[in-house]
């Protein structure tokens, strides 16, 4: 009896399986979402980028989609519930793709028009009379700009080489602290509505690139108080869920567009020239490694400032990590 209503199971089961529609396979996809950092309007960003997803399409034989989001936490939150698949992060917010949404850098940006890597800067309006010494004093008086929370050189960099080295919240130094993207920012500090404000070197050449009378009049108005150290390119990030094939036809389309001699490949480069960067290089979640360590310093010297021992012996030990890490990757780049 026990037998026979194992089989009579076994017959229901594959009649109901033959009764429903065949299911797409583990990883099989009709389109490819790919993320953009949102450090300018979603408008320009558009008219930039719409080119080199067409080609990306007709590349890797499916839909490329554009997903612009509103800030950094929004890319990374939709990479973590597959929204997207692949995109263009800052080092910050591809720092948590990795850690958080399961995604993993394979390739970077490379500067366009000089050394790679950029420099986060703080701007003021020119002729203002604001110097840093001015702007640290912190005496409450002045509005005061700054990044996305997940900005590299909008938030991270200034706090890491900036602030937290003098100990100085900048909430409680100036005036008020407002949250923006670069644009706004830039905007806002040339328009005289805030008196200063982080921003980066790419972010202004960008602005630079659209010849508008606007865009010249907001850079002449405004000049550099503070640089950082050289921060490095952005990383391009991927899902590691991703089908195989799939990720064998986007990196096979990101390492050969704009490169060789032909009319094609220049066409090409004048694609990329608009979203800043030559073509992409290979990359790997070692590229994080910088970033890492400005991160692990800042609340290294937070920590010190708080005099908080167990978060000092944290940071402390990530750092001694990231030197290990690094060691490892210049034992092998020397070949021993």
Not at 19 to 32: H, I, L, M, N, T
Not at 99 to 109: L, P
Not at 206 to 216: I, V
Request: glycine share 8%.
């Amino acid at each position: 009896m026990n037998r026979r209503i194992a089989l009579g199971l076994v017959a229901a089961l594959a009649l109901a399986a033959c009764s429903k529609p065949a299911e797409k396979a583990e990883g099989a996809k009709s389109e490819v979402n790919f993320s953009i950092l949102s450090a300018e309007s979603q408008q320009s960003a558009q008219k930039d980028w719409e080119p080199f997803l067409a080609d990306m399409s007709k590349a890797i034989g499916m839909p490329v989609k554009a997903y612009y989001g509103t800030n950094y936490t929004g890319l990374i939150e939709a990479m973590r519930f597959k929204q997207t698949d692949v995109g263009w992060f800052t080092n910050q917010s591809g720092l948590e793709a990795v850690r958080r949404a399961n995604g993993q850098v394979f390739a970077r940006s490379a500067n366009p028009t000089g050394p790679d890597g950029y420099e986060a800067v703080i701007i003021v309006r020119k002729g203002s009379g604001l110097t840093l010494d001015k702007l640290l004093k912190c005496d409450r008086t002045i509005d005061f700009g700054m990044g996305d929370a997940k900005s590299t050189s909008g938030t991270l960099a200034p706090m890491t080489y900036l602030f937290a080295p003098r100990g100085i919240e900048p909430e409680k130094c100036f005036k008020t602290v407002r949250s923006a993207n670069h644009e706004a920012n830039l905007f806002a500090v040339g328009a005289g509505t805030l008196q200063a404000a982080t921003n980066n070197t790419a972010s202004m050449e960008r602005m630079g690139m659209l010849d508008t009378p606007l865009a010249k009049k907001t850079l002449d108005a405004v000049e550099i108080v503070w640089r950082s150290p050289r921060i490095p390119e952005d990383p391009l990030i991927i899902r590691k869920d991703l089908d195989p094939a799939l990720k064998a036809k986007i990196e096979d389309f990101m390492f050969s567009y704009g490169v060789g001699d032909t009319p094609e490949a220049a066409r090409q480069r004048a694609i990329l020239a608009r979203i800043q960067t030559r073509p992409f290089q290979r990359a790997d979640d070692s590229h994080l490694l910088p970033v890492r360590e400005m991160e692990a310093t800042g609340q290294l010297l937070q920590a010190k400032a708080k005099g908080d021992a167990a978060a000092v012996a944290k940071a402390e030990a990530a750092l001694a990590e990231i030197r290990k890490e690094r060691a490892a990757l210049e034992g092998q780049g020397s070949g021993s």
